[in-house]
């Protein structure tokens, strides 16, 4: 079955420790995105790629980095520099343009806390 | 800049009852709305969306949305709800297109919905 699979499920991290969490797709989609949630707060997107090689800043970028080597492949580092990175994350991947129905679909999530 | 507002963090009902779940919307040009429902510990499941055409918008699982331009809200509502359908409910607005076409959704801070048996 097509869809996108995050991991690990559950994660612990102690202070001024770099974690990368995992995001993988079959959907074929050009577009991934990585968002953080808070309760309360709804989700506030990080880092988006529309493209292998090639992605951009979202509206809480720092503290965290990504790559995109590969179309399938949108991992997410959260770096010793994130100040508050104890959340539930999760990754959603899209068509683009003018296919883009506005639908995103999303993983399972990862919950990173912060000992 | 695009916008919603959930402006209620919890709705409750009684099962069989009929359910609506607020939201209301500021965009530039015509919106593009959507709502997704958000299980304990799980992702978000696309519910249904408002392009264009009719004001009602059936979706999955038997829910519907109107839209209303003059109210400038996107209320998600169901006939009869029931036990399974408590869960956290967001809803979302399409952003303007940015770079190769890619589009962003805004999403709101979400509505939980608790359904009494």
């Known amino acids: 079955d097509g869809g996108i699979t995050q991991s690990p499920k559950y994660l612990f991290r102690k202070e001024g420790q770099n974690v990368t969490l995992s995001c993988e797709q079959n959907?074929?989609?050009?577009?991934m995105y990585w968002y953080r949630q808070d309760p309360g707060q709804g989700l506030r997107l990080i880092y988006y790629?529309?493209?292998?090689?090639?992605?951009q800043k979202g509206d809480i970028a720092e503290g965290y980095s990504v790559s995109r080597e590969k179309k399938e492949s949108f991992p997410l580092t959260v770096t010793s520099a994130q100040k508050n990175p104890t959340a539930f994350y999760l990754c959603?991947?899209?068509?683009?343009?003018?296919?883009?129905?506005?639908?995103?679909?999303f993983g399972e999530g990862s919950r990173l806390t912060v000992l | 800049a695009q916008s919603v507002a959930q402006p209620e963090d919890q709705v409750n009902v009684a099962e069989g009852n009929p359910l609506t779940v607020k939201c209301t919307y500021s965009v530039s040009g015509n919106p593009y709305l959507f709502w997704y429902v958000q299980y304990p510990n799980r992702g978000l499941q696309f519910l249904l969306k408002?392009?264009?055409?009719?004001?009602l918008v059936k979706g999955s699982y038997g829910f519907e949305a109107e839209f209303n331009k003059s109210q400038t809200s996107f209320h998600l509502k169901k006939p009869s709800a029931l036990v399974s359908d408590s869960a956290l409910y967001f809803c979302a607005v399409r952003d303007p297109p940015s770079g190769a076409g890619s589009y962003q959704l805004t999403f709101g801070k979400g509505t939980k919905l608790s359904v009494i048996p």
């Open positions: 959907l074929n989609h050009d577009a």
């Open positions: 790629s529309q493209i292998v090689n090639d992605f």
């Open positions: 959603a991947s899209s068509t683009l343009g003018q296919g883009f129905s506005g639908e995103l679909f």
């Open positions: 408002y392009i264009t055409g009719d004001n």
